[in-house]
């Protein structure tokens, strides 16, 4: 027998196929669970509606995102700044945002499901990007590369500007390519952070 983690991350690929295929409006439970190979009971005991689901697929992306981006940061030369670390951890969570289908197909198509985490509240996956910010700009402070002040407000700032470079991307179309744009969103917060 399958275990609940595997079920719930099957069902969760099927709904990541399910919106980059057809959009959140146009994909159902029913569709998630045929996908998926599992009873529809089974996905509603789980997720009362699609946007819970979809809610809990982005925060499950932007984890594996911000992880990924993490142990690519790690790697990095032992003799470079926290600060030079944390600017190239951002643009490579910008790159993978920017490139990644689910969140390409829903900021280009119904940006309106990200409007309680963009305007009212964090999730989830703000959360885990704030427990990882925050500790290393105390640190880039102890080693003297990153500014004074305090860093849950440094970490939020810093998280917020990745967060609307991101999902304001249409913006820019006609001064930069999402290479660029990196760039120039790794300029704007070596800049914020720099002592």
């Not at 829903?106 to 990007?129: C, K």
Request: hydrophobic content about 45%; glycine content about 6%.
């Amino acid at each position: 027998m399958a275990s609940k983690r595997n079920v719930e991350d099957e069902i969760l690929d099927a709904a990541r196929t399910c919106v980059e295929a057809f959009g959140v409006r146009r994909t159902t439970l029913t569709d998630v669970a045929r996908r998926a190979g599992v009873s529809r009971p089974t996905v509603y005991r789980r997720w009362p509606d699609v946007t819970a689901l979809v809610a809990d697929l982005l925060t499950r992306e932007l984890r594996r995102i911000l992880i990924a981006e993490e142990v690519a940061a790690e790697q990095g030369s032992k003799a470079e700044t926290v600060r030079t670390r944390l600017v190239r951890h951002a643009a490579g969570v910008a790159r993978a945002m920017l490139a990644h289908p689910l969140v390409g197909r829903i900021v280009d198509t119904e940006p309106e499901l990200l409007a309680t985490y963009t305007f009212h509240r964090l999730g989830s996956s703000h959360r885990a990007a704030l427990e990882l910010l925050e500790p290393a700009l105390a640190e880039g402070q102890a080693d003297g590369s990153v500014r004074e002040g305090d860093p849950g407000v440094l970490a939020h700032l810093f998280m917020v500007t990745v967060q609307n470079t991101v999902t304001s991307r249409r913006l820019f179309t006609e001064v930069l390519d999402q290479d660029g744009l990196v760039d120039e969103l790794s300029a704007l917060l070596d800049g914020y952070l720099s002592p």
